[in-house]
C-alpha cells in the first residue's frame, strides 16, 4: 500500500503571500493526483501529475518521481484560495484501482 | 452536464435500519468507487469497480456492501448501520483506473444514532 503523506496540515496565510503545500509518497507510482475541497463544499480535481508539471488556473503543481515528491506552490494567494487540498496516490503491486490519500492541508488565506 | 449525482445528501438514521445512497454518472466511465471522509483520518476508500459486474474492497469495506449492475450506477448498502458508520461519503468516478482523473459526486452526509 502506498503511503501518502502532506504538509503542512495546517497554513494560514495573508492575501499575496507565497506558500507551498507538499506531499510525499512511499511507492513508485503512474500518476498523482491534487485534489481541492472548498469548506462545506464537494471535492474537485485539481491535476493529476505523472511527471514535470501541470498548470491549473494559477495554481501550478509539480513532480519529482525519483524523490517521490510532489509540490503544489500557490504564488499571490488570494481568500479565493482557502480549502483543503489532498493528494492521492493509486496503491502499489500493480494494483491501480485503489487510491490512498494524504490527510490534507487545510489553507487559510486572509484578506 | 458531465456530472457524478449521490442521493440522498443528507440523511439522519438509526442502528440497524437498512439504507442505500445512490450514485450515477453520466460520462460512461468504467471506474467508480466509494469513500468516506472523516475528521483527522481524511479520506478513505470503501469498495471500487473496475467495471459492470466487477467489484473489490478498498481499505475500510467492513459493514458495506456495493453493487455494479449498469454502468452509470454504483449504489452504496449499508445494510444495518452503526454509529460509527456517521461519515461524509463521496462517489467518484474516472475514464479507467486509478490513475485516471476522478469526478467526485457533491457527498453525502450520513448520521446514524
Known amino acids: 500500500k502506498n503511503e501518502v503523506e502532506q504538509s503542512p496540515q495546517n497554513l494560514t496565510a495573508q492575501e499575496g503571500e507565497f506558500i507551498t503545500i507538499n506531499c510525499s509518497y512511499s511507492v513508485g507510482i503512474s500518476a498523482l493526483h491534487w485534489l481541492q475541497q472548498h469548506p462545506g463544499g464537494g471535492i474537485v480535481s485539481l491535476f493529476m501529475l505523472s511527471s514535470g508539471k501541470k498548470k491549473h488556473g494559477r495554481l501550478i503543481a509539480t513532480i519529482n518521481i525519483q524523490e517521490k515528491h510532489s509540490s503544489l506552490p500557490i504564488t499571490a494567494s488570494h481568500p479565493r484560495d482557502s480549502a483543503v487540498y489532498i493528494c492521492a496516490a493509486p496503491n502499489s503491486g500493480g494494483s491501480n484501482y485503489k487510491l490512498t490519500f494524504g490527510k490534507g492541508t487545510l489553507l487559510t488565506v486572509n484578506p | 452536464e458531465a456530472q457524478v449525482t449521490q442521493n440522498p445528501r443528507y440523511l439522519i438514521t438509526v442502528t440497524g435500519k437498512k439504507l442505500t445512497v445512490t450514485c450515477s454518472q453520466n460520462?460512461?466511465?468504467?471506474?467508480m468507487s466509494w469513500y468516506r471522509q472523516d475528521p483527522g483520518l481524511g479520506l478513505r476508500q470503501i469498495y471500487y469497480s473496475m467495471n459492470v459486474e466487477v467489484t473489490d474492497k478498498g481499505d475500510v469495506p467492513e459493514g458495506y456492501k456495493v453493487s455494479r449492475k449498469e454502468k452509470r450506477n454504483f449504489p452504496l448498502i449499508l445494510e444495518s448501520p452503526s454509529p460509527n458508520q456517521t461519515s461524509l461519503y463521496f462517489c467518484?468516478?474516472?475514464?479507467?483506473?486509478?490513475?485516471?482523473?476522478?469526478?467526485f459526486g457533491p457527498g453525502t452526509r450520513l448520521t446514524v444514532t
Open positions: 460520462m460512461n466511465h468504467e471506474y
Open positions: 467518484a468516478s474516472s475514464l479507467l483506473l486509478a490513475g485516471y482523473e476522478q469526478y
